[in-house]
């Protein structure tokens, strides 16, 4: 698997790589010959600067230093089709940008600060929210020369860069080593930052294994979903699944590859081409129905994933698929189930964990109560960089999203939870679902009236 994989670099001010850039900052050249030489693995390249025609002068800097290195320069709204890198500051381009990178094109994008009412770079985010990275909503009013602090190789012999303030970068999945803010502001706004898909980090785990077979005696339809949230595609020949309880072994064959956003699935013993073809060939049952584990391993023997379940926690799971977020860990002891549902009233515990989803992702109920899921969000948007949030306001985008995590929690409340409401409603009354999302550092708790005549409300606290 040899796919050419793009890279993209931010910078927070288009003023850098300006006439204006270029006069007021000596080492502008060595960076914009650093950035062509990153790109293009320090061989001549053919760049496209994606600007109006008439504009053209105002990088008449940046043009000659390209020409001078060695490589061709186009200005215009039609890009050539054999480009080696885009440089950019119009967000008219954002439409084309998902294209031109997973073509394996490489993307220069500055935020533009011309705009006095609003910062036009978040537009930008539309496209950046799939890599991890997002421009800030808000202007950071940094101007001048700012020291460069970094080894990377686009900032080799840069000590200072010009900016005429600029639009901050956030980096909302910090422990992806593909993208990386590589220069703060001494108040820890993010200056330049990049993605680079060759050094992605796998993420691919087991989703789930479904062991509750329709087909009696060989259970031929069981089978183990494999999902790649990563950035990248991923390789899998000479990976291997193992069922703990019935000890058998399934190896991915050579050139199996596991596209990223995508599920596969390996069956029992049946044959699906739609989620891969992959089948055990086994003539009986891989999966104990009360209990089991799964092991995922790469080909070098490294655990991967495990998935551990039981009957409970299979009911539960299914409960979660069913609005969609494979993800969600849902705690609900079967106990506790059956004592509250003895409690009476019109509203079933599946209902109440529907109407608690979709009150936290904003979606129904009451938002208007301070401490939703979605205020928490908007207010903490700049910090937390939700994507979606800063281009139009609406943060149930962002609410599913965290939703999404596999590390999010809900949680039915009993008189045993550590942390109940604050506000003194009573389990007796009411369903409660608690909310954990360890990325905000909040808890939520959903309040279903088991009569089903109040309006379902959610709201939160810090917890620290």
């Not at 390209?66 to 890198?85: C, F, L, N, Q, S």
């Amino acid at each position: 698997m040899n796919k050419k994989l793009g890279k993209i670099l931010l910078a927070n001010d288009a003023s850098t790589l300006s006439n204006l850039g270029f006069e007021k900052s000596p080492d502008a050249a060595i960076f914009a010959t650093n950035i062509a030489n990153w790109f293009t693995g320090g061989r001549p390249g053919k760049f496209h600067s994606y600007l109006d025609p008439d504009l053209a002068e105002s990088e008449s800097a940046l043009a000659q230093t390209m020409t001078k290195a060695g490589h061709r320069w186009t200005v215009g709204y039609d890009i050539p089709e054999d480009v080696d890198g885009i440089f950019s500051h119009d967000t008219c381009i954002w439409d084309r940008l998902t294209d031109l990178f997973e073509a394996g094109g490489n993307v220069y994008l500055a935020a533009e600060t011309e705009n006095e009412d609003y910062a036009e770079a978040y537009n930008f985010n539309w496209f950046l929210w799939e890599v991890g990275l997002q421009f800030h909503e808000r202007y950071n009013g940094i101007s001048g020369n700012q020291p460069i602090n970094s080894d990377h190789p686009i900032f080799a012999g840069v000590k200072s860069l010009y900016q005429r303030n600029g639009s901050s970068i956030i980096d909302f999945q910090p422990d992806e080593q593909a993208n990386q803010i590589l220069v703060r502001s001494p108040d820890g706004e993010g200056l330049y930052a990049i993605l680079d898909l060759s050094n992605a980090t796998p993420h691919v785990r087991i989703s789930r294994i479904f062991s509750d077979e329709s087909v009696k005696s060989t259970e031929a339809d069981e089978y183990i979903a494999i999902v790649n949230e990563g950035l990248v595609d991923i390789d899998i020949s000479g990976w291997k699944i193992q069922s703990i309880n019935r000890n058998q072994e399934f190896c991915f064959p050579t050139g199996a590859v596991l596209k990223r956003g995508t599920e596969c699935r390996v069956y029992t013993n049946e044959v699906h081409p739609e989620s891969g073809g992959f089948s055990f060939g086994s003539k009986r049952s891989v999966w104990n129905n009360s209990s089991d584990e799964g092991r995922l391993y790469d080909e070098k023997g490294n655990l991967m994933s495990s998935y551990a379940y039981t009957e409970q926690s299979q009911k539960l799971s299914d409960l979660t698929k069913s609005l969609g977020l494979d993800n969600l860990i849902l705690e609900a002891d079967p106990e506790a189930i059956k004592t509250q549902k003895a409690l009476g009233g019109q509203v079933t515990f599946e209902e109440a964990l529907h109407e608690a989803y979709y009150s936290f992702v904003g979606f129904a109920g009451d938002d208007t109560k301070e401490g939703s899921v979605t205020k928490v969000i908007a207010a903490n948007a700049a910090a937390v960089g939700v994507p979606y949030a800063y281009f139009n306001g609406d943060h149930e985008p962002s609410s599913y999203h965290y939703m999404q995590k596999p590390t999010t929690k809900i949680t039915l409340c009993t008189q045993q939870t550590p942390m109940l409401p604050t506000e003194g409603e009573s389990i007796e009354a009411n369903w409660i679902f608690m909310l954990q999302i360890p990325e905000l550092n909040t808890v939520h708790w959903a309040i279903i009236d088991r009569e089903g005549e109040e309006e379902v409300y959610n709201y939160g606290r810090k917890l620290s």
